[in-house]
T-cell receptor
Framework: GAGVSQTPSNKVTEKGKYVELRCDPISGHTALYWYRQSLGQGPEFLIYFQGTGAADDSGLPNDRFFAVRPEGSVSTLKIQRTERGDSAVYLC???????????FGQGTRLTVV | AQTVTQSQPEMSVQEAETVTLSCTYDTSESDYYLFWYKQPPSRQMILVIRQEAYKQQNATENRFSVNFQKAAKSFSLKISDSQLGDAAMYFCAYKTSGSRLTFGEGTQLTVNP
């Protein structure tokens, strides 16, 4: 597809379970970002990849959160031992090399019950 | 740390009228970028307009224009001839080259027919 694709669109999980959220960026975009958006708030930065490596992971809230981008394209955000406070929309964005505009996916709404 | 503040949680405008959304930011950087994003209920962030800090001229995109006051660290969005499709959450955002976006809290815009 032409845009950033995120799957699943919605995910409901039980407290304590493990979840994976996937982001497929625009082809050729080297920069990839994950953000978390709680209800009624602006997105908050989680992690930024440049190629395969995490250039900035300072936004990850704790060690239950981890993200990978092994081949420099698709990225997976992994959350262990989910808590109700993890419920939010998780947004992914990508940018081309040297670009300043970020292109966003439609997000994954995670609900922890 | 950079911060972005949107002091208007909600705004409303009559169709065909003009509305201005406010945004202020705090940074010690001299070179940066400012953005306004629109987020409809579909959740996808859509870029409305962008401004490079080194440019004195205010950006304009059709019915959307900004008033960028660098010294005052102010970046407001003016929507002219408002349309029903403009109704959405609007986010002001800041970034420096090669870094993440920092978002404000958002302004919910309602357009009344």
């Amino acid at each position: 597809g032409a845009g950033v694709s995120q799957t699943p669109s919605n995910k409901v999980t039980e407290k304590g379970k493990y979840v994976e959220l996937r982001c497929d960026p625009i082809s050729g975009h080297t920069a990839l970002y994950w953000y978390r958006q709680s209800l009624g708030q602006g997105p908050e930065f989680l992690i930024y990849f440049q190629g395969t490596g995490a250039a900035d992971d300072s936004g990850l809230p704790n060690d239950r959160f981890f993200a990978v981008r092994p081949e420099g394209s698709v990225s997976t955000l992994k959350i262990q031992r989910t808590e109700r406070g993890d419920s939010a929309v998780y947004l992914c964005a990508s940018s081309p090399t040297g670009g300043t505009e970020a292109f966003f996916g439609q997000g994954t709404r995670l609900t922890v019950v | 740390a950079q911060t972005v503040t949107q002091s208007q949680p909600e705004m409303s405008v009559q169709e065909a009228e003009t509305v201005t959304l406010s945004c202020t930011y705090d940074t010690s950087e001299s070179d940066y970028y400012l953005f306004w994003y629109k987020q409809p209920p579909s959740r996808q962030m859509i870029l409305v307009i962008r401004q490079e800090a080194y440019k004195q001229q205010n950006a304009t995109e059709n019915r959307f224009s900004v008033n960028f006051q660098k010294a005052a660290k102010s970046f407001s969005l003016k929507i002219s001839d408002s349309q029903l499709g403009d109704a959405a959450m609007y986010f002001c955002a800041y970034k420096t080259s090669g870094s993440r976006l920092t978002f404000g809290e958002g302004t919910q815009l309602t357009v009344n027919p």
